[in-house]
């Protein structure tokens, strides 16, 4: 009795599982293009010619980079997600 119990459990356990899963969207985030531009500075930053706004300091962090690569996609008004903070 105690095993048909347990088997029971386990299999609406499963179920519930399957129904809370996400769907995911068929549609893109980032265009191509955008991947471009993020990949032309990261070119950049290895290079050493990565240069931020203001200061004009040259860039060495990963992040940093690609942050300027969606930034500068968004300005030319490329399919990219809204920047979070």
Known sequence: MATKKAAKKSSKKTSSKKSSAKKSSSSRKYSPSAGKDVEREMKAMKEGKLKSG????????????????????????KKVP????
């Not at 203001?54 to 008004?77: M, P």
């Not at 809204?82 to 903070?85: I, M, R, V």
């Open 54 to 77: 203001r200061s004009g300091k040259k860039v060495t962090s990963r992040k940093q980079a690609i942050a300027i690569g969606l930034s500068e996609a968004r300005k030319e008004g």
């Open 82 to 85: 809204q920047k979070k903070s």
